[in-house]
Nanobody, 121 residues
Framework: QVKLVESGGGLVQPGGSLRLSCSASGSDFSSFVMGWYRQAPGKQRELVARISSGGTANYPDSVKGRFTISRDNAKNTVYLQMNDLKPEDAAVYYC???????????????WGQGTQVTVSS
């Protein structure tokens, strides 16, 4: 089971920036699709960024142009740069490794424990 550990959350003022990091244990990190999700109180968990093994990124309209996902396969780490943060971005942010088949074996995917992002003046 892959272990994902997020860091970088905290309190930021509206308009500010934060950079989240997610460090993954195990091997074959570069082969997995990685994502960042968030969940605010009383709301469903939602995708905020996704990056393929080849580095192609996808974002929902709500964060497009403000958030950037990237990965450093040499460090087994995926990042989420968040700029121009808004109060509605406040949530617990979770790192995700998507389930996949790899060399004939099924990997069920993993979630990190989450890191809190608070946007408030």
């Amino acid at each position: 089971q892959v272990k994902l550990v997020e860091s970088g959350g905290g309190l930021v003022q509206p308009g500010g920036s934060l950079r989240l990091s997610c460090s993954a244990s195990g091997s074959d990190f570069s082969s997995f699709v990685m994502g960042w999700y968030r969940q605010a109180p009383g709301k469903q968990r939602e995708l905020v960024a996704r990056i393929s093994s080849g580095g192609t990124a996808n974002y929902p309209d709500s964060v497009k142009g403000r958030f950037t996902i990237s990965r450093d396969n040499a460090k087994n780490t995926v990042y989420l740069q968040m700029n121009d943060l808004k109060p509605e971005d406040a949530a617990v942010y979770y790192c995700n490794q998507e389930a996949t088949w790899l060399r004939g074996a099924y990997y069920s995917g993993s979630w990190g424990q989450g890191t809190q992002v608070t946007v408030s003046s």
